[in-house]
């Protein structure tokens, strides 16, 4: 299959603006939503997210393997996406739209069915969307340019559903402490996240070639990726630093209402100094991953990325931490330029050796590292109940304001630092070639 034109990797790219509206609306307001505007207890809220993890980890390499078996005249990725993108946006607005006057176990139950409901569907989408970079796309550099036009995408739904966010749905479409902004911002993301998310799959094509290959049987599946030693190290890596950033992006709002005392459309500049700053570091980041290769930059943007939570330690002030979410902001861009990189090249080594592409399965498995985040942040979010008295918005405890300067600033520090330190012992091919010879299809790696 011959190396996609520049027009048809822009397809592939936006598609990433569209995933990313919903999903970091969750990941960046479901907290303030559930917790401090309905009244959530904070420890039903911690569970809820710990089951809802479990739950999401197991059906991933489900998914991602189901996606690897299928056979069809779309191809292989593309069907699961067709029936992704409705039911993502569908169940998503649902999550942001409870009904009126719901309490207690109601309130608890709606939230476990619909958040439940859409990281499956976000798991069905990326369990097939990132399985085509890897196929799509055949060699490092390659990779290195169209990861970086998604991740700019990326960052640019960023900006919106997480920087934007606060004053969306405080100011424009709500009010300070009323529910009906973020009802409002799912409608307006969920549609935007329809068009752009469809168009992508309209616009990609698969190659032929990889479906005459035999469809292997999950358990064999499984135990391929299990003893791939690198799995478990850049598993640990992606748990890491995506608890990391979920913490600091979920708890900055309330960090600016309880820490530093200011509204929580305050959090926007600060929010958008990080994403902004992520943007422009890509180039550098990418560039960089070309140059002394993806695994040694990917470390060093951990060990930016886990140094640079500890200043906002002693932010006390708006400036102070709009300056160091641009310092984090740094780190970011280069764990986004970088980590897929680092993937790709595992998948590149597995499919050499068992003369399978089963990215399905194996990128479904890191999932499952990935979704772990939301356990963590749950366990997180629950120890400031433990140790603060932190139980949600109707009781906040004596000291919030230390409460969320721990939640955003040490946790993440520390959970980065454990990433850094597991990358270090990952060893992936140093060659910047591609994928491996095809054997049904011939293809060579280029």
Request: proline share 6%.
């Amino acid at each position: 299959m011959p190396a996609p034109p520049t027009s048809a990797k822009l397809p592939y790219a936006v598609g990433m603006f569209g995933s990313s509206l919903p999903i970091n609306l969750v990941r960046g307001s479901i907290l303030l939503f559930y917790v401090d505007t309905l009244g959530l207890s904070s420890v039903a809220y911690g569970v809820v997210m710990a089951v809802y993890a479990v739950i999401d980890a197991l059906d991933n390499p489900v998914l991602g393997h189901l996606s690897d078996r299928t056979r069809s005249r779309f191809g292989r990725r593309r069907p699961w996406l067709m029936v992704a993108v409705p039911v993502l946006v569908a169940v998503f607005i649902a999550l942001f739209s409870p009904p009126d006057g719901l309490t207690g176990a109601a309130l608890v139950a709606w939230f476990a069915v619909f958040a439940i409901l859409t990281e499956a569907a976000d798991s069905m989408f990326n369990a097939n969307y990132t399985s085509l970079l890897p196929e799509l796309f055949r060699t490092e550099d390659e990779r290195s340019r169209v990861n970086a036009m998604r991740q700019v995408f990326q960052l640019a739904a960023m900006v919106v559903s997480v920087a934007l966010t606060p004053m969306l749905t405080t100011r424009w479409l709500g009010s300070e402490h009323g529910p009906e902004g973020f009802s409002r911002t799912a409608v307006l993301f969920g549609v935007v996240a329809l068009l752009v998310m469809g168009a992508m799959v309209l616009g990609v094509r698969e190659d032929p070639g990889v479906q005459h290959e035999p469809p292997t049987a999950l358990r064999h599946s499984i135990v391929g990726v299990l003893r791939t030693r690198e799995f478990w190290l850049i598993g640990v890596t992606i748990a890491g630093y995506g608890a990391a950033l979920g913490l600091m992006v979920s708890g900055v709002q309330l960090w600016m209402r309880y820490t530093l005392h200011r509204p929580v459309g305050d959090a926007t500049p600060v929010l958008g100094a990080a994403i902004l700053v992520a943007a422009a570091a890509l180039p550098a980041w990418a560039w960089l991953a070309r140059r002394v290769g993806a695994p040694r930059a990917w470390r060093w943007a951990l060990v930016w990325l886990a140094a640079s939570f500890l200043p906002l330690w002693f932010v006390t002030d708006l400036a102070g931490a709009v300056v160091g979410a641009a310092v984090v902001g740094v780190g970011y861009g280069g764990v986004l330029a970088t980590t897929d990189l680092v993937t790709a090249r595992v998948l590149d080594r597995d499919a050499r050796v068992s003369g399978l592409h089963r990215e399905g399965v194996f990128l479904g498995s890191f999932g499952v590292f990935a979704r772990l985040t939301g356990a963590l942040g749950g366990l997180a979010l629950v120890s400031l109940d433990w140790f603060f008295g932190y139980a949600g918005g109707n009781a906040p405890g004596e000291d919030p304001g230390r409460a969320f300067r721990v939640y955003t600033c040490l946790y993440p520090a520390a959970l980065v630092a454990v990433a850094a330190v597991a990358a270090r012992f990952v060893r992936v091919d140093d060659e910047t070639g591609g994928r491996p010879a095809s054997p049904t299809t011939g293809d060579v790696a280029r």
